[in-house]
């Protein structure tokens, strides 16, 4: 099975102009994704799924590191070749569903509509394609029906056939089930995993959700940043649980993992030792911090001994 998507040690860093900051929102992504496999990644919000998202789809570019899709490297594109991915290559599927879909045009016309922009299929094939794919997500019934005449299940069903319109090679779909109730969410991932198949397409969904874990081939978990393929997690924690890549700003800011705090008991203040080759940081405990606390326990301790003392000599 040939390889779709190749992530190389990919950073993204945005710039808060106001705060004066640099914040990571990746930190040296490895991906790999084969033709035809449905990946799902999964984590909190803020640990950067939408971020590497947007740039699976080139609607946002790596700060370093490559991206190749089908072989062709992304991060060098031209406008042009970015309209054509976005076109020919890539397939869009977001979190409300309402966003997927013209509201005010009905069912069959809002999957017309990207072939119609594309222009890769005929005119005259073009109404037989979005009627199979109407019946492939269960719409058959509701060709005729604006999306505020469906359900949230049925818009987002509308939403993947639109997204599968011009046959992209990739659909990139961001928390997909979100918006909607745990019944449907399980209707949808089930139609997915029949999709994939059927139209052997390249899926990548990320969400917080994971349910999706049961229906994916491969399952990432992001967290700050970093993924971590969770088929390999535990050879990865025996052999590399003490070695992460972690970005450090051009003012020596430096994000340390959270588990490394829970394994080291860094709290507030760490030492830091320099080397010929390497830098050690090590758990501190800040004395003048610790004086601190220990007069405000013997005030506390004096204010109660007066305290009762009053007491008594009434």
Excluded at 244 to 269: A, C, M, W
Excluded at 282 to 297: W, Y
């Amino acid at each position: 099975m040939s390889l779709m998507i190749d992530c190389r040690n990919v950073i993204k860093i945005y710039y808060n102009r106001t705060k004066q900051i640099k914040m990571a929102a990746l930190r040296g992504v490895e991906l790999k994704v084969k033709k035809g496999e449905l990946v799902a990644i999964v984590g909190p919000s803020g640990a950067g799924k939408s971020t590497l998202l947007k740039i699976l789809g080139a609607l946002d570019f790596p700060s370093s590191g490559t991206l190749h899709v089908g072989g062709k490297l992304v991060n060098t594109f031209t406008q042009s070749q970015i309209i054509d991915y976005h076109r020919n290559w890539v397939g869009f599927v977001w979190q409300a569903p309402l966003r997927n879909v013209l509201t005010s045009e009905k069912a069959i016309n809002n999957v017309l509509l990207p072939m119609k922009i594309g222009g890769k299929l005929p005119k005259n094939k073009q109404k037989e394609r979005a009627l199979d794919l109407l019946k492939s997500v269960g719409l058959e019934h509701r060709i005729n029906h604006k999306p505020t005449q469906l359900s949230g299940g049925e818009v987002q069903r509308l939403g993947i056939a639109v997204a599968l319109a011009n046959d992209p090679k990739i659909i990139l779909m961001d928390e997909p089930t979100g918006e909607l109730d745990s019944e449907t969410t399980t209707e949808i991932f089930t139609l997915l995993k029949e999709l994939n198949k059927f139209f052997d397409k390249t899926i990548v969904i990320v969400s917080h959700d994971r349910y999706v874990e049961k229906k994916a081939d491969v399952v990432y978990r992001i967290s700050d940043g970093l993924l971590l393929n969770i088929d390999l997690a535990r050879s990865i924690e025996v052999t590399d649980s003490k070695e992460q890549v972690s970005y450090v700003d051009e003012f020596g800011l430096l994000r340390i993992p959270l588990h490394f705090l829970k394994d080291t008991g860094i709290q507030n203040y760490v030492k830091i030792k320099s080397a010929s080759d390497r830098i050690e940081i090590l758990p501190h405990v800040q004395e003048a911090a610790v004086s601190d606390v220990i007069v405000k326990e013997t005030k506390k301790e004096s204010k109660g001994k007066n305290s009762k003392e009053d007491r008594s000599g009434k």
